[in-house]
């Protein structure tokens, strides 16, 4: 059985950067940890990445806090994190979700059994996102969340979101 990681969003600026939270710098040494039990070839990331217009579109109209802007220092992944993945196996998206990243998964699917587990940021948004289009593209596959490597935008947020992945059947460790 293969396990694969995805590790969501683990950007400066979701951090301590625009976005960031101390429940967000809390755990960048679980998630660090976290990826160096896997096999590296078997880890991806996911990077929220946003043009200079972003508060021009619909998610700046309604998050109007400019983040994750391509090629700045708040859009890089942290450097703790950054060179444990391999640059092919990261995937910028503009949204929540990165349906690249579903059909990447997808295909490996296709070579054997696996298992998803995924940690990263922001719990109630990219990390449920995530989730839940994983489980629509793979409906029998075993996905979990490690809540202890995830956080929300709040602790109320984070827990709401947890409750959300359990009643589509992911597992929470």
Same mark, same amino acid.
């Given at each position: 059985m293969r396990k694969i990681l995805i590790v969501i969003d683990m950007q400066n600026d979701f951090i301590d950067g625009s976005l960031g939270t101390k429940e967000a710098v809390g755990i960048v040494e679980d998630v660090k940890k976290k990826i160096l039990t896997y096999d590296k070839r078997d880890v991806f990331a996911t990077m929220d990445t946003h043009k200079e217009n972003y508060l021009d579109t619909q998610e700046g109209k309604n998050l109007p806090v400019s983040h994750c802007i391509e090629n700045t220092e708040g859009w890089e992944?942290?450097?703790? +994190?950054? *060179?444990? +993945?391999?640059?092919?196996?990261?995937?910028?998206?503009?949204?929540? *979700?990165?349906?690249?990243?579903?059909?990447? $998964? @997808?295909? $490996?699917?296709?070579?054997?059994? $696996?298992? +998803?587990?995924?940690? *990263?940021?922001?719990? &109630? +948004?990219c990390v449920v996102s995530n989730a839940l289009l994983l489980k629509a593209f793979l409906p029998e596959t075993k996905i979990s969340v &490690? @809540?202890?490597?995830?956080? *929300?935008?709040?602790?109320?947020?984070?827990?709401?979101?947890?409750?959300?992945?359990?009643?589509c059947q992911v597992n929470i460790e």
């Open positions: 992944l942290n450097n703790e +994190i950054a *060179g444990l +993945i391999y640059p092919e196996n990261v995937f910028k998206k503009p949204t929540f *979700g990165s349906v690249e990243l579903a059909k990447k $998964i @997808s295909e $490996i699917a296709k070579e054997g059994e $696996i298992e +998803i587990e995924l940690v *990263g940021l922001c719990t &109630d +948004i &490690d @809540s202890a490597c995830c956080a *929300g935008v709040t602790v109320e947020k984070h827990n709401a979101a947890l409750e959300t992945l359990r009643s």
